[in-house]
């Protein structure tokens, strides 16, 4: 188990950036895949990118591919996302989460199903 602790929110105007961080604690921090979801209000929540163990593959979701990055620190135990021109529909709270031993396959990082471990998430808001 890890614990998951996100940070970086805020209000933003549409074009800008955020960069939002998770710190974990807990051992064999590399052993965990990464991912960030959102909920935005009145909706489901929603994959937005994840990353491997190494920091070596990422994936993102069609709506912010292009516009945010994933990356790890595992030294630090952090995950980032930094997100860059900014939409009023990025609007929503992100979670980070880890997965540990539940990742077979490629499509298995989109699945929140498959994280096991979950932050109580951090709040963005985009102004238009």
């Known amino acids: 188990q890890v614990q998951l602790v996100e940070s970086g929110g805020g209000l933003v105007q549409t074009g800008g950036s955020l960069r939002l961080s998770c710190v974990a604690s807990?051992?064999?921090?590399?052993?965990?895949?990464l991912g960030w979801f959102r909920q935005a209000p009145g909706k489901e929540r929603e994959f937005v990118a994840a990353?491997?163990?190494?920091?070596?593959?990422?994936y993102y979701a069609d709506s912010v591919k292009g516009r945010f990055i994933i990356s790890r620190d595992n030294a630090k135990k952090t995950v980032a996302l930094q997100m860059s021109s900014l939409k009023p529909e990025d609007t929503a709270v992100y979670y980070c989460?880890?997965?540990?031993?539940?990742?077979?396959?490629?499509?298995?990082?989109?699945?929140?199903?498959?994280?096991?471990?979950w932050g109580r998430g951090t709040q963005v808001t985009v102004s238009s």
């Open positions: 989460a880890a997965a540990y031993a539940n990742i077979y396959k490629a499509g298995d990082y989109y699945s929140q199903d498959r994280y096991n471990n």
């Open positions: 807990g051992r064999t921090f590399n052993a965990y895949a």
């Open positions: 990353i491997d163990g190494s920091g070596t593959s990422t």
